[in-house]
């Protein structure tokens, strides 16, 4: 281990209580960015991020946004003479919480349990930001390269104001390489660089069989409810394995890379005898193969239940499109199908939804030798896996087509147990730590 290698780790451990205490202090603002009356808080999460990032010696901080957009920070220290100009990515909004109850501790109050701290966003993004945090103060404030902090407020809804925040800020993003600090690891202890991700398509599809609610003794057994309906519709979206059933959702090859079957089923949470759905291997169905789930239904409660035949019910479809696949061609194909498998003649409505594209890369030149040099220094020489996940960041492929010429790096701060988006979601510290010096490390190498 180089003699700098040795002194950015002391700088790291050095600035890292710091870095959690903010990190702790981000969490406990409900920064949820698809309810709207959490809109203030969105705003307070980023004025918070903005003046972390003044705290930390940037000149130049702005919060921006585009009309009907979430406010994002850009925090900007110029590049000195010869060197690249790296931006770095995050997020400060956050998914919603679901029920406090099914949390072990309160979601907005960062709680540590067994080396993990555990909070809505403490990894999902907002570990992202403080990432970022740690590596600039690392270097006490001024890295060897020029640095763009870059932190949306939106992108938890699908970054649906980003196109026009690139036409009107796209100069001031410019950079030779991006960091997206929003993707996991392959495992505690085997850091990853991520390559490709699905995109994603969503929905609404509503089953109408009735003008009103009518007693199912008087009418049931020849008019068919809504919701059975609904349900013999969702049901054509699989084939009896699991496979994806729509036309026009394409696959690709994953790399080959093993995932063992009870591996997944554990970081998965199965229940037992739960089997596994689709065919393929397991890191082709997770990220080179189209998914669909349902996210979300409407009808009566079973607390509200009444012997009443249902006259109309309606459901959020989610698809996670392959990478090579267009999302709005995707959506397109999952629209023409719901419409075309309408059970017993149903009234069949689809109101389409957002769309993010897929992307993939290759993740080879100089600038992935430093990176790959940089985690693998900061892994004790353990060497990155490249992966795919099956997630989605919507932004990237704009990013790709925006910024053709820069390398693009898309770094882990979660670990197959961080429970992004579900209950119980914990950052892992001791890799967190990890990330932070493998993100110091790549600013210095990179000058």
């Known amino acids: 281990m180089c003699a700098m290698t040795d002194s950015l ?34 705003r307070r999460s980023a004025e918070a991020t903005a003046e972390l990032f003044r705290g930390a010696g940037f000149p130049e901080v702005q919060i921006l946004q585009v009309a009907g957009g979430a406010p ?42 067994d080396g993990r701290l555990f909070g809505r966003g403490a990894a999902d993004d907002k570990a992202g930001i ?16 020029g640095v763009t902090v870059f ?12 196109a026009p925040f690139l036409a009107e800020y796209k100069d ?25 991700l699905r995109g994603l398509a969503d929905c609404q599809v509503e089953v109408r069989t009735l003008n009103h609610a009518v007693h199912s003794g008087m009418f049931g057994g020849v ?49 037992d005898g739960v089997e596994l759905i689709g065919d393929g291997s397991v890191v082709e169905r997770l990220w080179t193969k189209p998914a669909v789930a349902i996210t979300a239904l409407d009808a009566t409660r079973v607390a509200d239940a009444s012997n009443t035949l249902i006259p109309a019910a309606t459901a959020m479809v989610s698809v996670r499109v392959a990478p090579g696949t267009d999302a709005d061609a995707a959506l397109d194909a999952v629209v023409a199908h719901l419409e075309s498998h309408a059970p017993w003649g149903a009234q069949v409505t689809v109101t389409r939804g957002e769309t993010g594209q897929p992307a993939a890369f290759d993740a080879s ?16 020489g353990v060497e990155p896996v490249d992966i795919g996940i099956g997630g989605s960041i919507p932004f990237l492929a704009a990013f790709m087509d925006a910024y053709p010429e820069a390398a693009i790096l898309v770094t882990g701060v979660e670990d197959p147990d961080t429970r ?13 730590a990890r990330a932070c010096l493998a993100e110091a490390l790549l600013l210095e190498r990179l000058a």
């Open 420 to 432: 992004a988006h579900g209950v119980n979601e914990g950052l892992h510290l001791a890799e967190f």
């Open 130 to 145: 403080a990432a970022h945090l740690a590596a600039v103060r690392a270097h006490d404030g001024a890295p060897p390269v």
């Open 172 to 196: 001031l993003l410019a950079a030779d390489v991006i960091v997206i600090a929003d993707s996991t690891n392959w495992d505690i202890g085997v850091p990853a660089l991520t390559t490709s």
């Open 9 to 42: 780790r002391a700088a790291v451990d050095r600035v890292l209580p710091g870095v959690r205490d903010d990190l702790e202090m981000l969490v406990k603002i409900p920064s949820v960015s698809a309810d709207p009356t959490h809109a203030d808080e969105v």
């Open 365 to 380: 030149g100089p600038v992935y030798d430093v990176a790959r040099s940089a985690v693998r220094d900061a892994w004790d």
């Open 223 to 271: 008019a068919p409810d809504a919701l059975t309906a609904l349900c013999k519709l969702l049901a054509t979206l699989h084939d009896d394995v699991g496979n994806v059933a729509i036309k026009g959702l394409g696959s690709t090859s994953a790399a080959d890379l093993d995932y063992p079957v009870d591996r997944f089923r554990a970081e998965a949470g199965l229940a």
């Open 72 to 113: 994002a920070v850009v925090a900007r220290r110029p590049a000195p003479e010869g060197t690249p100009t790296v931006l770095l990515y995050a997020h400060h909004d956050v998914q919603p919480e679901g029920a406090h109850a099914d949390w072990d501790s309160a979601p907005f109050e960062p709680t540590e349990r």
């Open 151 to 162: 932190v949306e407020g939106e992108e938890e809804i699908g970054s649906p104001t980003l």
